[in-house]
């Protein structure tokens, strides 16, 4: 009897196309729009997993979020090391300074990031030079004028190659600094808070007294010691700093709890995709409620036909209830294919890799012939009750 | 012949329109045997379609009692009246009630499968009963592309597939020409030969002619039953 009933919704789905799309449309869209943020933020955080897997799980970045004076006191030189001294678990702290301005070399010029490291800096990022070498401790104190170029910065200045040994010229109000080029680094994808790419790195000892001229730290990149629970380190670091400058004042960032924001923005996306879903069972539903009852009130006769060859009022309803589940169901496979699409361009389109959530395909066909037995109940029951010589009369 | 298969004791059968009161059926007695032929007629509005409707359990009395086979049909609810329908009264109306979507033998099939017999059992079964009302050949048409008295045949074969023992007729020849009518009206004697119960109504003094039995309606009264 189920295989009758359902080749029959389909045949009478089948003779009328354009209604049955339009009655099932709110599903269409609802399931559709959940398969699309399921699947889009599915492959969000894992892209941004690879992120994180790019930059490195054991490194913590600190950063000065306030310019007042008693603060920004705090936030030297010396902090560096006395971080590294007193936190357990640090290999190293990288104290780091920034401006944007413009470089000449000849008549090529580019504007952006100079950034002022430790020569610690390369080898705590794993970052490693194509040409020459990093600046050295020596250039460090000595206070050099040397530079190291981002891959992309070399070639946009060097676009024939060759900058080792070259003099680049630092435009900094107004004023023009001679810098020697010492080394290339190679190309890195940019972490949260560096283009590699794009900067240019001087000693911060350079940057700091001849650059810039401040005894201001802006922010540290800390590496952790290797097996060490990175998150453990930066909760130490975040007590440390609330006992010197007061909360609030400062932020830390550690992929792990970026790690942790992306699930948080998971959690966002999931709430978003519970209220589309409820937005969508409810106008769902209601289309499905109505094509039913048009359908039932359209088949009276054949219902008042059904009930004289001893159709029993439990049959009839079933036979309405498997017609409006054929008919969600439908509409929950036309929107899941839909929502894979759709999806598919959109995660493409942030060059991202798609990863479907397959379990959700099955989740969602389910949930529609949920909304269709909940919704088509009302009006089986209605045919159901229906007084048989009425509906036989019934032209 | 034996006990009555069918017996109305007392039935009336009122329809309240605002302060009106329509008697279709007034306190009417009646039994009919195992194996009768019986052929109802009466004016237009006498009361005849109301009466079948109640011998077959689509409608429930006003007041008094139907009993079919010695069972009392009010002590009965919808499922079962559903049951009893299905499996003991095939029903031919004038203008054929067959599903529209459906074909010759999927119409045929319909009572078999509300009986829970399975698709296989169905299929041969549908398939004999059309062959007895000669339409062998005509099983996977659809209403549409059949004439009156194929379609009255289909009618026929489904109300005789679930082997009931009441055949009921409301003008089964009302909307067939006459020689269609009589090839219809022998296949009624056929089938009541093989010991079925028919009941039929009929406007036609030729068809009656042909019955056993007439019971005569007028105002929802039996006026004469000879
Ligand atoms: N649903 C209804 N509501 C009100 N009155 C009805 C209803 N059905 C039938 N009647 C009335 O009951 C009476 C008997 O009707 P019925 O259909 O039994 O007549 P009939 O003998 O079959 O007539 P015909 O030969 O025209 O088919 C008629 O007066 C009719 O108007
Ligand atoms: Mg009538």
New binding site residues.
């Given amino acids: 009897m189920f295989g009758e009933f359902v080749k029959l919704a389909l045949k009478s789905m089948a003779y009328n196309k354009l209604r049955t799309l339009l009655s099932l449309l709110g599903i269409i869209i609802g399931v559709a729009s959940v398969i699309i943020i399921v699947n889009v933020g599915e492959s969000a955080s894992q892209s941004i997993q690879e992120q994180i897997a790019a930059t490195g799980l054991e490194t913590i970045s600190i950063f000065s979020r306030t310019q007042e004076r008693s603060v920004t006191r705090e936030f030297n030189f010396e902090l560096a090391e006395r971080l590294a001294y007193e936190v357990p678990g640090i290999l190293t702290v990288i104290p780091m300074n920034q401006i944007n301005t413009v470089t000449r070399w000849q008549r090529n010029s580019y504007r952006g990031t100079i950034l002022g490291v430790s020569e610690d800096f390369a080898w705590a990022n794993d970052y490693s030079s194509v040409v020459g070498s990093f600046f050295t401790d020596a250039d460090s104190m000595q206070l050099r004028q040397v530079a190291v170029l981002g891959n992309s910065v070399a070639r946009e200045l060097f676009p024939q190659g060759s900058a080792v040994g070259e003099y680049i010229r630092i435009f900094r109000e107004g004023q023009a600094k001679s810098y020697r080029v010492v080394g290339v680094m190679e190309r890195k994808s940019a972490s949260f808070n560096l283009q590699y790419n794009q900067s240019i790195y001087i000693p911060f000892t350079t940057f700091s007294n001849r650059l810039v001229n401040t005894d201001v730290v802006q922010s540290y990149v800390v590496r952790t010691e290797p097996g060490v629970d990175v998150l453990a380190v930066s909760d130490n670091i975040e007590e440390y700093l609330t006992r010197l400058v007061g909360s609030g004042n400062y932020s830390v960032f550690s992929p792990s709890n970026i790690a942790e924001l992306a699930a948080d923005v998971t959690d966002t996306l999931s709430a978003a995709m519970a209220s589309i879903a409820a937005i969508s069972l409810l106008v769902g539903g209601i289309g499905i409620m109505n094509i039913m009852l048009v359908s039932v009130a359209e088949r009276t006769k054949e219902i008042g036909i059904r009930k004289a060859i001893g159709a029993s009022p439990r049959r009839i309803m079933v036979q309405f209830l498997i017609e409006a589940m054929t008919l969600t169901l439908v509409g929950g496979i036309i929107g899941i294919g839909l929502g894979i699409i759709v999806s598919n361009l959109a995660v493409s389109f942030f060059n991202w890799t798609f990863y479907p959530l397959v379990r959700i395909y099955f989740l969602a066909a389910g949930f529609s012939m949920t909304v269709g037995v909940f919704f088509g109940l009302y009006p089986a029951v209605k045919a159901s009750k229906l007084d048989p010589?009425?509906a036989l009369n019934y032209e | 012949m034996a006990g009555p298969v069918i017996e109305l004791t007392e039935v009336s059968r009122y329809?309240y329109?605002g302060e009106f009161v329509?008697k279709?059926?007034d306190n009417v007695n009646v039994r009919i045997g195992t194996g009768e032929y019986t052929a109802i007629m009466?004016?237009?509005?006498?009361?005849?379609?109301?009466?079948m409707h109640l011998v077959g359990c689509l409608d429930t009395p006003t007041a008094g009692t139907i009993y079919i086979d010695a069972e009392d049909t009010s002590a009965l609810n919808e499922e079962d009246l559903a049951y009893l329908r299905n499996a003991k009264i095939g029903f031919v109306f004038q203008q054929f009630n067959l599903l529209a979507k459906m074909n010759a033998l999927e119409n045929v099939m319909t009572p078999l499968m509300y009986a829970g017999y399975p698709m296989r059992r169905r299929k041969e079964i549908a398939e004999n009963a059309l062959e007895q009302v000669g339409l062998g050949d005509r099983m996977k048409h659809r209403p549409n592309e059949l004439s009156g008295g194929q379609k009255q045949r289909i009618a026929i074969a489904r109300a005789l597939v679930n082997d009931p023992s009441i055949i009921l007729a409301?003008?089964p020849t009302g909307a067939l020409d006459s020689v269609t009518g009589e090839q219809i009206m022998d296949l009624f004697e056929k089938i009541n030969s093989q010991g079925k119960t028919v009941i039929m109504?009929t406007?036609d003094p030729e068809v009656s002619g042909r019955c056993k039995r007439v019971i005569n309606?007028r105002d929802?009264h039996i006026a004469e039953d000879r």
């Fill in positions: 010589i009425e | 329809y329109m329509i279709a059926l009466g004016p237009s509005g006498s009361g005849k379609s109301t009466m409301d003008e109504v406007h309606l929802g």
